[in-house]
């Protein structure tokens, strides 16, 4: 008698029956692509009890966007990144045999001139077809996607979303229902815009302030038309801040060694240290930005900028403190697709 080493294999009729039985079993799988100016982010999730579990995830900065303030155009250079990193996602989303999945793209492909021929030389050489999805829809699907992090004790809640094309802010009202849209606004103004306009620093206290001062300006009128600073006033406002700006400060304010998303996201961050840790890194320069492991080298250069927004956003309305999100469009498409509240939490360690 012989001795068997390693498996036994049948690689028979039977053992093919088994490989299409297990084929039929396997569970539905969605995928969510979230195609911004800045980054190209993949999410792919199953249905789990109360929500969906992420079963791979990936993201890159491509800075699609890049250059399309001042020339309307996606250049070749940003295309050809972002379609490197979009075949990245094809070949995930064949290997987990997704059933079904959405793709959007956000405010670079809106602004940019030659936005129709990217979609379709993206369908060409990936097989995904990019949705280009409007501002009221983006809103929407950030929302969704943020729903799990809201208390349902306050009356109002302000979100809001930095991107590198635009800014969204969402003004809400809490009720039994869950919350309800009253209005939003997408501001033109992202990290991206606002790098390519003022630069990546370091920056002196005034000339930073000159920033800052333009988004106050930008946010006034939807402040003064919904009576926010009043509602802010009465204590009965609620913030919660999904972006990348926001979660690498809150990776900042816990120490954190590297970014760690179990516990970034649903975390709060005061504002004093908001204003605190946003100082120091506009003050910054790129390289010293660069060398903290919650930052890394591809998000350096955007810092300042997102950290104004961020500023002008907490000066306006001063609510003492906002809930952290790692979630957002991504999140909102899977709660669409599997039809849940999206409560698991996303891949760990996977950045929005």
């Not at 094309?165 to 501001?187: F, M, Q, R, Y």
């Not at 320069?285 to 956003?313: N, W």
Request: hydrophobic share 40%; net charge positive; with cysteine.
């Amino acid at each position: 008698m012989s001795a068997q080493t390693g498996p036994h294999r049948n690689n028979g009729p039977r053992s093919h029956a088994m490989k299409r039985r297990q084929r039929r079993r396997r569970p539905e799988s969605c995928a969510a692509l979230d195609l911004g100016t800045n980054n190209c982010r993949l999410l792919i999730a199953r249905p789990a009890p109360g929500g969906f579990r992420i079963v791979d995830a990936f993201s890159r900065v491509v800075q699609l966007g890049e250059g399309v303030e001042e020339s309307g155009r996606l250049s070749e250079a940003a295309i050809r990144r972002t379609i490197d990193a979009l075949n990245v996602c094809a070949g995930k989303i064949r290997k987990r045999g997704v059933t079904q999945g959405r793709y959007v793209a956000t405010q670079a492909c809106r602004k940019a001139g030659n936005c129709e021929a990217f979609i379709d030389r993206v369908a060409r050489e990936t097989g995904l077809a990019i949705e280009i999805i409007t501002a009221e829809e983006e809103a929407r699907l950030i929302l969704a996607g943020c729903v799990p992090l809201l208390d349902g004790n306050a009356p109002r809640a302000l979100v809001f979303d930095i991107g590198g094309g635009s800014t969204e802010v969402l003004w809400l009202a809490i009720n039994g229902a869950g919350p309800e849209l009253i209005d939003w606004i997408s501001l033109p103004l992202g990290v991206v815009t606002l790098t390519e306009r003022y630069g990546e620093g370091p920056f002196i206290p005034d000339a930073y302030q000159v920033i800052v001062d333009e988004l106050l300006g930008h946010l006034q009128p939807f402040c003064e038309q919904h009576g926010i600073a009043q509602h802010v006033c009465d204590s009965g406002v609620q913030m919660l801040g999904s972006s990348g700006t926001v979660t690498t400060l809150a990776g900042l304010f816990h120490e954190l060694p590297r970014y760690d998303r179990s516990r970034v996201d649903g975390s709060f961050l005061d504002f004093d240290a908001v204003h605190r840790l946003a100082g120091r890194l506009s003050a910054m320069s790129t390289a010293d930005r660069a060398r903290h492991p919650c930052i890394g080298r591809d998000r350096a250069e955007m810092m300042a900028a997102g950290c104004a927004i961020l500023e002008a956003i907490c000066r306006r309305w001063p609510v003492g403190r906002l809930r952290v999100a790692d979630r957002g469009v991504r999140e909102g498409i899977l709660v669409d697709l599997l039809g849940r509240k999206g409560d698991e939490p996303a891949a760990r360690n996977a950045r929005g």
